[in-house]
Each structure stands twice: as C-alpha cells, then as structure tokens.
C-alpha cells in the first residue's frame, strides 16, 4: 500500500460545484501539504499543516480551503470550483524539523473542472 | 524567499550519452535542495537532497548532483541515460518562511531517443 493516498485520482466536475479531494499516509509525519501542479508551472504551495491545529495558507490559497481532520488526513476543498483549477493536485508529508526532511508525494488527483 | 531557477524547459539526449540538468537558485544561507523526478502518471520522487557537507551528493538510479555555492547552482547529472530516465525533473528549494514547503522550479522535461 501507498504511504500517501490521494482520492480520487481523476475528478471531472462542473463550475460551481464544491469538490472535496482527500489524502491519508501511514507514514506518521506531523507536517502535511497540498500542491497544485499547472503545465509548465512546476508545483505550487496552496496549504500546509504542522499538526492538526496549526493550518497555514500557501502561496495560491484563494478558492480553496482545508481540514486537518487527524494527523493521518489532510483533505482540500474547492467551495465553488472555477474552470482555472483544473490541474493537478498533490499531497505531500514530511517529518518535522529542519528544511532537510524530504517530502514524501501522492500520485495525484487530476481535477478537471468544466 | 528562497527560490530555484530551471533554465531548461526541454532536453533531449540519447540513450548512453551523458546528461546535466541545470538549476540555479535564490538564497542567502546555504540553502536545503532537492530533485525530484516525475514519470508520467506519477507522483514526484525523490532522486536527492543537500543540506551540508560534502558538495557532492549521490542519489538513486545513479544520479549526482554538485551544490556549488559560488555559482549558486546545484546541476544534477548522469553519466550514462537510460530511456527509463525519460520524465520531468523538478529541481526545488525548502523555504523557510512557509513550513519548509518547497518552492520548485518550473521543471525540465527529458526525452531519451535511440
């Protein structure tokens, strides 16, 4: 089994739509994160977490938000989603500490909002 | 914030010739770096990081990278490709300023021909 799980791993919806994409690991980490990827863009911080009770905005946080529901699930929603974020989605846990601690990626979640 | 600079969008090398991604980065202190590859489908793996000491590092699949802080770059290399090495390279940056998430570079894509 994967160490990180992203569900589901396509979505196709429709704008206005309020969409839910959920990640779990069994890897223990505190810190959790979620990552837009846009073609040519690389990835984009859109939330993290340390633990439960400590949530912070991202870089292009705006549209989404997120629910730290234990220390194993981490899951991003779009209120209403839009068609510009149709892209593809990762979850990413790292130990706590320093910058040194890699991250550990799920496979995705390709979003395509029409 | 600490950044990172893929000067590459594309490369094309053939199979058993040598290969360099090049990545620059933005930062004052040492900073923490990372690549990552992405095969198609996939999430993101990690080949290798650096955070101190030996400039040299070694990572899996037989890639290396060289942290040279006087010309602010962290170039990975192989020495001889395998088709199976086709996929996106990400270099990327821990930052500080938002949980040691990573700002990534916008990533180069690698086709390995005959």
């Known amino acids: 089994d994967a160490d990180v799980t992203q569900t589901p791993r396509n979505r196709i919806t429709k704008t206005g739509k309020r969409i839910m994409l959920e990640c779990s690991q069994t890897?223990?980490?505190?810190?959790m994160y979620w990552y837009r990827q846009d073609p040519g863009l690389g990835l984009r911080l859109i939330y993290y977490?340390?633990?439960?009770?400590?949530?912070n905005k991202g870089e292009i946080s705006d549209g989404y938000s997120v629910s730290r529901q234990a220390q194993a699930k981490f899951s991003l929603s779009l209120e209403s989603a839009i068609p510009n974020q149709t892209a593809l989605y990762f979850c990413a846990t790292s130990d706590p500490g320093t910058g040194h601690q890699p991250q550990h990626f799920g496979d995705g979640t390709r979003l395509s909002i029409l | 914030a600490q950044s990172v600079t893929q000067p590459d969008i594309h490369i094309t090398v053939s199979e058993g010739a040598s290969l360099e991604l090049r990545c620059n980065y933005s930062?004052?202190?040492?900073?923490?770096l990372f690549w990552y590859v992405q095969s198609p489908g996939q999430g993101l793996q990690l080949l290798l990081k650096y955070f101190s000491g030996d400039t040299l590092v070694q990572g899996i699949k037989g890639f290396e990278a060289e942290f040279k802080r006087s010309q602010s770059s962290f170039n990975l290399r192989k020495p001889s490709v395998h088709w199976s090495d086709a996929a996106e390279y990400f270099c990327a940056v821990a930052n500080s300023n938002s949980g040691y998430a990573l700002n990534f570079g916008k990533g180069t894509s690698l086709l390995v021909t005959p």
């Open positions: 890897k223990g980490h505190d810190r």
């Open positions: 930062y004052g202190a040492t900073p923490y």
């Open positions: 977490s340390f633990d439960v009770k400590d949530i």
